[in-house]
């Protein structure tokens, strides 16, 4: 049921692009494993090995803690309608805030969202599909815009608040270091 692909091809990047959530699992090599729903458009296919992910402000911050200890992550998308199929992304992932170079031109590649937080650029290793015939059929309807909303009122400064007292360290306390790569 399942099928190892090589790279991400043009039909699996066409199904990428019409997901409308998908999911980031990391683990450091100790401690627990975060697994995330993401969305609001912040994921782009750059080429068939490599995609990129723009991360808003969240409740934590596991993803960058977990990449620090060990560089491995997994993406997963579900089709929730029409023809069923669950696809994986296996890889590396490099992380770049606004203090990187490549910043400006990754951070152009997507629509302006409030609180972005990181940009996580990974080299895909592994491509698998499987079938999903077990995934449940839902109906999308449409984004939420309470995050959105919760970062513009923040406002910059009170994002770089909510990093220094909510951002810093992981569920098992490992750091992020958002504040030094954020300064």
């Not at 990129?52 to 929730?80: D, P």
Request: net charge neutral.
């Amino acid at each position: 049921m399942s099928k190892i692909h090589p790279e991400i091809t043009d039909k699996l990047s066409t199904f990428i692009e019409q997901q409308k959530i998908f999911f980031v699992a990391t683990a450091a090599q100790q401690g627990r494993v975060n697994i995330s729903p993401k969305g609001m458009d912040s994921l782009r296919v750059l080429n068939e090995k490599r995609v990129i992910w723009l991360n808003l402000t969240g409740s934590g911050n596991e993803t960058s803690a977990h990449l620090q200890q060990a560089n491995r992550i997994t993406i997963m998308f579900c089709s929730f309608s029409g023809t069923p199929m669950i696809l994986r992304l296996y890889g590396m992932a490099r992380e770049v805030t606004r203090e990187d170079s490549e910043w400006e031109r990754l951070h152009s590649l997507f629509k302006p969202l409030p609180g972005c937080r990181q940009i996580f650029d990974i080299e895909v290793d592994l491509v698998q599909t499987s079938c999903g015939t077990g995934v449940p059929l839902f109906e999308y309807i449409d984004d939420r815009d309470q995050l959105n909303s919760w970062a513009i009122k923040k406002g910059e400064q009170g994002i770089r608040k909510y990093w220094e007292d909510k951002n810093q360290v992981s569920l098992d306390g490992f750091a992020t270091n958002i504040m030094k790569k954020n300064s």
